[in-house]
């Protein structure tokens, strides 16, 4: 997730024990067919618009704070009005600054929504994916209220994507990585959030990544120059989103049990 300062205007039980032997790179199909799309339309502005056309397209689709301050827009007219008022919250997730941007965020979209694609199905998949990306743009507006600097990328629904996946990867023999293999490690009960957090490597996982996203937000003019920074305040709302969302889109009945499947004691 980047601001860009350059442009302002079903189950299956299948036993335990190894899984079945499968190709290296065995994606689920919603993860290649996202992925494709965000491909297509950055190579698009990339190779056939030329700036004023690309500038274009980010007004109309990139998160813009300055859409939402009353004062501005009491004096200014901006492009697609209130629908577009309502649809960047969404879209700017599909653009990207430039193709490194672009190929980070579909490499941990790969890595940690599979494993979450695998579990939810396409349509549950692409609708977390479109929340967690409404909530990032929330609390990135909160935090940058008015300013006139775009932001756009896929990292909100990425963050997202990763507290998911922490919800149940690390339960039993769970995985956050991986091809399909063995159904039933993506369909194991989830257990709930305080079990989860009780479990040290979710709660080490937590805070690396947290301390990570402050750390390299607040300094990302020193680490990539250009005037790009990251939007870290975006990451930490899709990531909060994706934790606590997280059982109002998971398929697999809830269990209350511990993160290494101890079972606890019922109210």
């Not at 299948?14 to 790179?25: S, V």
């Not at 990570?212 to 920074?229: A, E, H, K, M, R």
Request: proline share 7%; hydrophobic share 55%; aromatic share 14%.
């Amino acid at each position: 997730m980047r601001n860009e300062r350059q442009y302002v205007t079903h189950r299956e039980d299948a036993p335990f024990g190894e899984a079945p032997k499968e190709p290296m790179f065995n994606l689920p199909p919603v993860i290649l067919w996202l992925s494709g799309v965000m491909v297509v339309i950055h190579s698009i502005r990339a190779f056939l618009l030329d700036q004023v056309q690309d500038v274009d397209v980010m007004v109309l689709f990139a998160f813009l704070p300055m859409r939402y301050d009353p004062e501005i827009a009491a004096r200014t007219i901006f492009p697609g009005g209130i629908a577009a008022d309502v649809w960047t919250f969404v879209t700017y997730g599909l653009l990207h600054g430039d193709f490194v941007h672009l190929a980070v965020n579909v490499f941990w979209l790969a890595a940690f929504g599979s494993a979450v694609a695998w579990r939810f199905g396409a349509v549950r998949f692409l609708l977390f994916c479109a929340v967690t990306t409404v909530f990032g743009a929330f609390v990135h507006l909160a935090a940058h209220f008015g300013e006139a600097v775009p932001m756009i990328g896929a990292s909100a629904a990425v963050s997202g994507l990763m507290a998911a996946a922490a919800r149940f990867a690390f339960s039993g023999q769970g995985a956050i990585a991986g091809g399909r293999g063995n159904q039933r490690r993506w369909h194991r009960p989830a257990p709930p959030l305080l079990a989860a957090l009780s479990d040290r490597r979710v709660f080490v996982f937590l805070a690396v990544w947290f301390g990570l996203n402050i750390v390299v937000g607040l300094n990302s003019g020193s680490f990539f120059g250009d005037g790009t920074t990251i939007a870290w305040e975006a990451h930490i709302g899709g990531f909060l989103a994706g934790l606590l969302l997280f059982p109002l889109f998971d398929p697999v009945p809830s269990n209350p049990q511990g993160p290494q499947g101890i079972d606890l004691p019922r109210p």
